[in-house]
């Protein structure tokens, strides 16, 4: 009897092989026969799920931003105002082995976006939906007067993104100059900045 596959996991196995694959070849190699060998099947399975390394990448991206989205939804759950604001802006920096190296996947995707304009709109829809949370959690802020109302919430999100991917690149690029406590400090001295005054025990 023939095994039966469920082809949505292993579709998820493939592109979370694909995500492994960059994170220790880098973009350029990454090969679609490196991922089939690292997720342990033909090489002619992947041509069943995706149409090409292309197709992979995007799909490999999209699940990166999904693992992001997970964890900050579930570490801002029961959390209101600037503190989910926080929350969120803190769990997005790579401060530990696994968010450094989910960072380090990221800046590969930039560079390999910069000549594929199909994964660049995958980013900018990325970029999009991140911007619109934050966007939220600005103007609940704002209306419990936890943030200063003055500003725009959109551009004040945008202004965060910024913090977040420069922060994320140095992080990347230098871990041992922008360690875990100065990437928190920097977060916490812009939240300040724009008028949120931090509870010592929320740390």
Not at 180 to 188: F, S
């Amino acid at each position: 009897m023939p095994k039966i596959v469920d082809h949505a996991v292993r579709r998820q196995e493939l592109v979370d092989a694909c995500l492994r694959v960059v994170s220790r070849l880098g973009l350029a190699g990454t090969t679609t026969r490196e991922i089939s060998r690292e997720a342990g099947v033909s090489h002619g399975i992947i041509a069943h799920y995706f149409s090409g390394k292309d197709d992979v990448l995007r799909a490999a991206l999209q699940r990166s931003y999904e693992l992001l989205a997970e964890r900050i939804r579930v570490r801002i759950e029961g959390l209101t105002g600037a503190h989910a604001l926080r929350q969120a802006l803190l769990e997005s920096l790579p401060v530990d082995e696994a968010s450094v190296t989910g960072e380090q996947i990221e800046l590969a995707f930039w560079s390999y976006s910069l000549g594929n304009p199909a994964l660049a709109d995958e980013r900018w829809r990325s970029y999009s939906q991140w911007r619109l949370l934050l966007e939220v959690l600005v103007r609940d802020a704002q209306t419990r007067g936890e943030l200063t109302s003055r500003q725009d919430p959109t551009l004040v999100a945008e202004a965060f993104i910024a913090l977040i991917d420069g922060l994320g690149a140095q992080a990347a690029l230098y871990p041992d100059r922008l360690p875990p406590e100065r990437q928190r400090a920097i977060v916490d001295s812009t939240l300040q900045a724009y008028g949120m005054t931090l509870d010592p025990d929320i740390g």
